[in-house]
């Protein structure tokens, strides 16, 4: 599958570029808005906390001036205050580039049929993903979401950070892509390959997972790198030693980040890409924005993953169901 396979025709890159030049007159006004917002905002809660110190100092103890109890809790406040105003006074910078979101998205991605965005919302497929690919989690957030047709095959697409613990102590369990899609046949079962973890992580995946059971794929690299475990053994060992283990290795050399993660779950396939940068992220709203530098390098990604998804859902698949091309 080529680049080119993706990239849209002349007319709709017309299309395009002319709302590039409405949101680079959006941006503009934007940016200059959030050049004067954020020193004043700052600025003059900085004047405010000052100013509340110092009179805080004609009531505290000589030895205890500009760092008494009132004052810490005055320096606190006025951190998270400033946290709250930094976002305020970036607001319009922040809703242009969701709006461009919304409008263009649908656009760029116009070799996906029926193509829908949605923002921030949990996605329809995500209850389905079996945890045992990527392990306890009490916390998760979405942002972009696309969903359509690709290949004749329906699928959704969405970013996703999955996380467990509170406060300092909690941890990433995954932050990346998450695709998912219908199989082209069924898997009696369970089936996921996810990255192999230390010994402390492994046993609580292990009693999280259940009745599953740990594989091998035969190939000492690979079973090195991935754990493979499932409630259908039967059904699950030709696939890990077969079209799954080719799958997992073409997505070794394609996919360089940290490994990517593959679960069967019945109908529903799931293709899970760690990432640590935001997939659809536009560039600060001080830089222009332009088409080859940051739209058409969005295009391929977003082509590249929609064909290596429609190569994994084939895992499960007899030869004869597999079509040519």
Do not use: C
């Amino acid at each position: 599958m080529e680049t080119a396979d993706f990239m849209p025709d002349e007319t709709v890159i017309a299309g395009i570029r002319k709302n590039i030049e409405a949101y680079e007159a959006g941006r503009a006004s934007a940016y200059r808005q959030v050049r004067w917002r954020v020193p004043v905002f700052l600025g003059l809660l900085l004047v405010f906390v000052a100013l509340v110190a110092w009179l805080f100092n004609k009531v505290a103890d000589l030895n205890e001036q500009w760092f008494s109890t009132p004052h810490v809790f005055l320096y606190v406040v006025g951190f998270f205050a400033a946290l709250l105003l930094y976002f305020l006074a970036m607001r319009p910078a922040t809703r242009l580039q969701q709006s461009f979101r919304d409008t263009l998205l649908p656009i760029i991605f116009g070799f996906i049929r029926d193509v829908r965005y949605q923002h921030s919302v949990t996605p329809n497929s995500f209850d389905r993903l079996p945890r045992a690919v990527v392990g306890a989690f009490n916390r998760q957030s979405f942002d972009d979401i696309v969903s359509g047709r690709y290949e004749e095959f329906p699928f959704e697409l969405y970013e996703a950070e999955l996380r467990q613990g509170t406060g300092k102590g909690s941890s990433t369990v995954f932050k990346g892509v998450i695709v998912a899609f219908e199989t082209i046949a069924p898997f009696p079962g369970t089936l996921v390959a996810t990255r192999r973890s230390n010994a402390v992580v492994g046993f609580f995946r292990g009693i999280f997972a259940g009745k599953m059971q740990e594989l091998s794929s035969g190939d000492p690299l690979l079973d090195g790198d991935y754990e493979f475990r499932t409630d259908n053994v039967a059904a699950a060992q030709p696939l890990v030693t077969g079209r799954l283990a080719q799958a997992l290795k073409w997505l070794h050399e394609t996919w360089r980040d940290d490994p990517a993660r593959v679960a069967l779950n019945g109908s529903d396939g799931f293709l899970l890409l760690p990432q640590p940068k935001n997939f659809f992220e536009l560039p600060a709203i001080s830089v222009p924005l332009d088409y080859t530098s940051h739209i058409a390098p969005m295009i391929a990604d977003m082509g590249s993953i929609l064909a290596t998804a429609a190569l994994v859902r084939k895992i499960g698949a007899t030869d004869g169901e597999v079509q040519p091309g």
